[in-house]
C-alpha cells in the first residue's frame, strides 16, 4: 500500500565523530548521530539525504551505529535509525571544459558498499576526500556514467543559484551543455525558486523537481522538503518516485517563498539596494558588486512551453524558527506538546495550539500552513524576512 512520507534530502554533516571538519562552513553539532536524532525525533522525517557520506570517516561512524544495531541497511537501499530512513549521498563540484563554472550536483547511492566504491573512484580525483563539495577533476559526463555505473541517482543542485550551480553563473543555458540530459533522475530547485519559476525553461519539464533544506544547521533541517508517496521509504522507492512509476511520485513539494532566498531579487551586495538586472554599477554607492538575482535569470532563460505533465501543488511554507515571536523555549514548549515539527506545521489545529502558545503566533502557525504570510524579498546573499499576516 503507497503511503504519504516527509523528505528532505541535502542535508549536511559539519564534523565528524572525532570532531575533524566535513563540511567546513556548517555548524560544529550538525554531526552524523545529531542529524539522524534531529530527523527522526524533532523534525518528523521519514526519508533523509545526508549528501557528506562519501567522506570515511563518515562511513566509519555510520559502521559503528550499525555494529551497536543502532542502524541497518534495508534490502531495497537505505540505511534505516529509528523512524527515519538515510540515503547516502554526496555533493561534488564540477568545473571541466564544458561547465564554464563551478556547477554542484548530488549523488545518492544504494548501499554502503556502492558508496565505499564511488568513494575509491573519486579519490584518485578530489585533492582532499574527507571534505564536503569538494573540486572533482574530470568531465562531469564521466562523473554521471560512474555513478549510473554504481546503480546511483544524479541530480543538479539548488540550479538557479548565482554561484555554484548549473545556470546561475550568466554562461550556461542549456543542461546539455554540461551534462548528458538522459542520465539526469531529478532536479533541486534550490531556495530562491519554485516550480513556476523553473517550468519556465522547457528542458526541466521531463524531470520532477526536489525542494532540499541544504542544511548548514540542525535547525535548517526540513527549511525545504516534499511529500512522497511510496510504499515505505528506502532508496528503491525514491528512485521510482523520481519516475513517478507504478503511482509513486512526488506529491507535494514544501518550500519557502522564493522571496525569502537569498538570491531572488538582484541587488547590489555593497549597499543592498535593489536594482535591475542589467545594472553594471549602483546608483546607490556606485559599486560594482551586483549580483544577479535568481528571478531575473530565470527571466532571461525563459522560453516556457506548453507542459506535458502535471506537477505537484507546491505549498509556501516557512521553517517554525522563522515566525516572528516563536524563539527556542516557545519552539520546545511545542515540541514537548505535539511531538514534531511536521505534525505542528501539518496537523494541530489552531485550538489546541492556542492551549500552548499565544493566540497571536497559533494563527501564525496556521497561516503560514495557508500560505498568508507577508514577506519582504531577499537578494545578494540577505535572507527575505516574515512580517505578518495579512
Known amino acids: 500500500m503507497l503511503k504519504n512520507y ?28 545529531n542529524i539522524l536524532k534531529e530527523a527522526s ?16 570517516s563518515v562511513q566509519k561512524e555510520m559502521k559503528n551505529l550499525m555494529k551497536q544495531n543502532l542502524a541497518f541497511e534495508l534490502e531495497e537501499g537505505g540505511i534505516q535509525f ?35 566504491d564511488f568513494t575509491k573512484w573519486l579519490k584518485k580525483r578530489m585533492t582532499n576526500i574527507n571534505l564536503s563539495s569538494q573540486r572533482y577533476y574530470g568531465s562531469a559526463i564521466d562523473l554521471q556514467e560512474k555513478v549510473k555505473e554504481l546503480s546511483g541517482l544524479f541530480i543538479p543542485a539548488h540550479v538557479f543559484t548565482p554561484f555554484k550551480s548549473l545556470y546561475g553563473k ?14 539526469i ?17 522547457s528542458e526541466l519539464h521531463t524531470y520532477s523537481y526536489l525542494t532540499n533544506s541544504d542544511a548548514h544547521s540542525l535547525a535548517k533541517i526540513a527549511r525545504e522538503y516534499q511529500e512522497i508517496r511510496m510504499k515505505k521509504p528506502s532508496f528503491n522507492e525514491f528512485k521510482r518516485a523520481l519516475k513517478e512509476e507504478a503511482g509513486r ?27 535591475s538586472y542589467e545594472t553594471t554599477i549602483c546608483p546607490h554607492c556606485e559599486s560594482k558588486k551586483i549580483v544577479k538575482g535568481v528571478s531575473d535569470r530565470i527571466k532571461q532563460l525563459s522560453n516556457q512551453s506548453t507542459i506535458n505533465r502535471s506537477r505537484p501543488q507546491y505549498i509556501y511554507q516557512v521553517p517554525l524558527e522563522y515566525l516572528p515571536k516563536l524563539g527556542p523555549k516557545t519552539l520546545e514548549k511545542l515540541l514537548e506538546n505535539f511531538q514534531t515539527e511536521m505534525n505542528i506545521i501539518h496537523n494541530v ?42
Not at 550568466?170 to 542520465?183: A, K, M, N, Q, W
Not at 507535494?252 to 522571496?259: A, I, S, V, Y
Not at 489552531?350 to 495557508?370: F, G, N, T, Y
Open 6 to 33: 516527509y523528505a528532505d534530502m541535502h542535508i549536511h554533516i559539519g564534523r565528524d565523530q572525532n570532531d575533524n571538519p566535513v563540511k567546513i562552513s556548517a555548524s560544529n553539532q550538525l554531526t552524523l548521530t
Open 41 to 56: 525525533r524533532r523534525k518528523g522525517l521519514q526519508l533523509i539525504g545526508i549528501i557528506d557520506c562519501h567522506a570515511p
Open 82 to 116: 529509528e523512524q527515519t530512513t538515510i540515503l547516502l549521498g554526496a555533493e561534488i563540484e564540477l568545473y571541466d571544459e564544458h561547465c564554464k563554472g563551478p556547477i554542484h550536483v548530488l549523488t545518492f547511492f544504494p548501499t554502503l558498499k556502492d558508496i565505499e
Open 170 to 183: 550568466g554562461v550556461t543555458r542549456s543542461l546539455s551543455e554540461v551534462f548528458d540530459p538522459t542520465l
Open 185 to 201: 533522475d531529478a532536479i533541486e530547485l534550490g531556495l530562491s525558486s519554485d516550480t513556476s519559476m523553473a517550468d519556465e525553461i
Open 249 to 275: 511520485k512526488i506529491n507535494k513539494n514544501f518550500g519557502m517563498n522564493p522571496k525569502l532566498g537569498k538570491y531572488y531579487s538582484t541587488v547590489c551586495t555593497n549597499c543592498f539596494h535593489k536594482v
Open 349 to 390: 489545529s489552531i485550538e489546541d495550539l492556542k492551549m500552548v502558545v499565544s493566540d497571536q503566533l497559533a494563527s501564525l502557525i496556521v497561516h503560514m500552513r495557508e500560505g498568508k504570510l507577508v514577506i519582504e524579498a531577499g537578494g545578494g546573499g540577505k535572507y527575505g524576512r516574515v512580517r505578518s499576516s495579512k
